[in-house]
Nanobody
Framework: QVQLVESGGGLVQAGGSLRLSCAASGRTLSNFAMGWFRQAPGKERDFVAAISRGGSTYYANSVKGRFSISRDNAKNTVYLQMNSLKPEDTAIYYC?????????????????WGQGTQVSVSS
């Protein structure tokens, strides 16, 4: 059974930074793409960032230049460094394991999801 546990969320002022972590158990992540998504109240779940098995990355335009996704295969963990946070970044953030090694923005191509961690950015 694969379990993903996100941590690192919280309340931060606009312009601040947070680092989210997603630790996995039950599966070695090194062979799979990983992604971060977010869902704001009343909105659909949106793609944020993804990293392929080989380390290639891709970002939503809204976070490009501010967020950075990385992975530590030895720790079976993926990270999302979030800088220059804005109030519109407020959402529940979810990590997910891809069905394969190539990165994708399509949530249907992710097979396992964490429970989410709340990020709130005050103005």
């Amino acid at each position: 059974q694969v379990q993903l546990v996100e941590s690192g969320g919280g309340l931060v002022q606009a312009g601040g930074s947070l680092r989210l972590s997603c630790a996995a158990s039950g599966r070695t992540l090194s062979n799979f793409a990983m992604g971060w998504f977010r869902q704001a109240p009343g909105k659909e779940r949106d793609f944020v960032a993804a990293i392929s098995r080989g380390g290639s990355t891709y970002y939503a335009n809204s976070v490009k230049g501010r967020f950075s996704i990385s992975r530590d295969n030895a720790k079976n963990t993926v990270y999302l460094q979030m800088n220059s946070l804005k109030p519109e970044d407020t959402a529940i953030y979810y990590c997910a394991v891809g069905a394969g090694g190539l990165l994708t923005t399509n949530p249907d191509r992710y097979t396992y999801w964490g429970q989410g961690t709340q990020v709130s950015v005050s103005s």
